[in-house]
């Protein structure tokens, strides 16, 4: 009955896959010039300053091949791709101002709804503008600024000017490089000293437009002995075309500070996922990744901890599903360089129907960094005989007083577990389903409820599209 088999890229990933006509009030010609860098920069009569910075961004572009490792991006056609797509709707602060079609999407996601329940403030991202944002009055009165980046370059552009892409800089990689001379949309936060934003903030990115690179700047500041969390969701509907997703997050925790940072992304079939995201750490400040990684052809992304000052810490933990014709090349970096400082990477991934799940770590050790601690925990759990799962790590160690662990874990299933349970009157799929989910757990429990509830039916959508 394998032909009835209802594969993984066939199944119904329902809210997610809802398609809106492509209408738009700007949108580039495919292709990366000089002169569709300046009709972006042009249409957000931005200041002279951040034109040259695209510009000169673009030069780099062209000088950088693309990575040697990893993932083969052949198929990435940067000729095909539009890389601006401007909704029809100017941003709005009331939720009742945006467009229909536009709001609907959103409500079935669950964004106002989450809004109203749990969030201190909200961004919402259309393709390659925010459509609408809001932050409650009493963080504003705290001195907590929560707004889009295009916003945040024309009215606080002596803070962007100090902090854009200074922990990612262009040269880092090529699409570092394509993200400074591309990027639009994305969210900027700033948490004055010793304030403490004790309810989330969340901002949403949504791509509809096929063929489109969406290309989204989060850009956040905690200073000394303030505290934050926010949470990022993803998603886009799936096209028989490629789509590129090249955001990029800088995240600065100042000394004493706290900064939590949540991410599910669940993009379509078609989407490349070419992210990358880097914390800079001051002394005795704190970052926490927790990050769910779904949907797309193919990811690669390694969120960084640079652990600037002494007793910086970092902690991730994240998931990664890979099913059918997916290649999901994820894991975390971790730079020592303050004394006494501690990372910890707790790292699952689950695979099948021949799909691939790879963890691609770095722990570097600075040659100051005494008494640096480090754990670093992989565990992979494949589900057939066709997926694969491999474990990549590099520790490059320039002091001999560290502390550093390294475990990795590849297994399957067990039948014996499976038919315990089936034994409990669980049929076969819901073994699996559960056993699943318990696998899944310790990253489950470190998101928002919403969040969490939400991975969980991802988790259930990719395992019913291995049966039945």
Same mark, same amino acid.
């Given at each position: 009955m394998a032909e009835n088999k209802t594969y993984v890229e066939d199944i119904d990933r329902g809210i997610y896959d809802i398609k809106n006509e492509d209408t738009y009030s700007f949108k580039t010609d495919q292709g990366l010039s000089e002169k569709i860098i300046r009709e972006i920069s042009d249409g957000k009569n931005e200041d002279e300053w951040m034109r040259n910075f695209r510009l000169n961004a673009l030069k780099v572009y062209h000088n950088i091949e693309l990575p040697t490792w990893g993932p083969d991006l052949s198929e990435l056609d940067m000729d095909q791709i539009v890389t601006y797509v401007r909704p029809k709707a100017d941003m709005k602060g009331n939720w009742d101002e945006v467009p229909e079609d536009i709001k609907k999407t959103f409500d079935l996601l669950g964004i106002p709804e989450a809004e109203k329940e749990s969030l201190a403030g909200v961004g919402a991202q259309y393709d390659s503008e925010v459509v609408y944002h809001s932050i409650r009055g009493e963080l504003v009165k705290q001195g907590v600024i929560y707004t889009d980046m295009e916003t945040a370059v024309r009215e606080h552009s002596d803070i962007v000017k100090q902090y854009f892409m200074k922990a990612v800089p262009p040269n880092d990689h090529k699409f570092a490089a394509l993200h400074g001379a591309v990027w639009s949309g994305g969210s900027f936060v700033y948490v004055p000293e010793n304030v403490h934003v004790d309810i989330p903030l969340q901002s949403y990115f949504r791509s509809n437009s096929p063929g489109a690179g969406q290309f989204e700047h989060t850009l956040i500041i905690v200073e000394k002995g303030a505290s934050l969390h926010f949470i990022e969701g993803c998603s886009a509907p799936k096209y028989n075309v490629t789509n590129l997703h090249a955001g990029c997050v800088e995240l600065f925790v100042k000394e004493g500070a706290s900064l939590r940072y949540s991410t599910i992304e669940n993009w379509s079939r078609n989407m490349l996922n070419l992210n990358t995201k880097r914390a800079i750490v001051e002394k005795d400040g704190k970052i926490e990744w927790v990050s769910g990684s779904f949907g797309s052809k193919i990811s690669m992304l390694y969120p960084m901890s640079i652990l600037?000052?002494?007793?910086?810490? #970092?902690?991730?933990?994240?998931?990664?599903?890979?099913?059918?014709?997916?290649?999901?090349?994820?894991?975390?970096?971790?730079?020592?360089?303050?004394?006494?400082?501690?990372?910890?990477?707790?790292?699952? #991934?689950?695979?099948?129907?021949?799909?691939?799940?790879?963890?691609?770590?770095?722990?570097?050790?600075?040659?100051?960094?005494?008494?640096?601690?480090?754990?670093?925990?992989?565990?992979?759990?494949?589900?057939?005989?066709? #997926?694969?799962?491999?474990?990549?790590?590099?520790?490059?160690?320039?002091?001999?007083?560290?502390?550093?662990?390294?475990?990795?874990?590849?297994?399957?299933?067990?039948?014996? #577990?499976?038919?315990?349970?089936?034994?409990?009157?669980?049929s076969e799929e819901e073994a699996r389903a559960m056993i699943v989910r318990g696998f899944a757990e310790p990253v489950a429990k470190e998101l928002p409820l919403e969040y969490a509830v939400e991975m969980n039916q991802l988790i259930q959508l990719e395992l019913e599209g291995a049966i039945g």
């Open positions: 600037k000052g002494d007793n910086a810490s #970092s902690e991730f933990t994240g998931i990664t599903f890979a099913g059918r014709g997916q290649v999901l090349d994820t894991g975390s970096k971790v730079i020592h360089l303050g004394k006494n400082t501690t990372s910890t990477i707790n790292s699952k #991934s689950i695979c099948k129907d021949g799909g691939v799940a790879d963890y691609r770590g770095v722990i570097k050790v600075g040659p100051n960094a005494y008494d640096a601690r480090s754990t670093v925990s992989c565990e992979s759990l494949m589900l057939d005989n066709e #997926s694969k799962s491999d474990t990549i790590p590099v520790l490059d160690i320039m002091n001999s007083k560290v502390d550093i662990g390294h475990e990795a874990k590849i297994g399957k299933i067990s039948d014996e #577990s499976i038919f315990y349970l089936m034994t409990r009157g669980l």
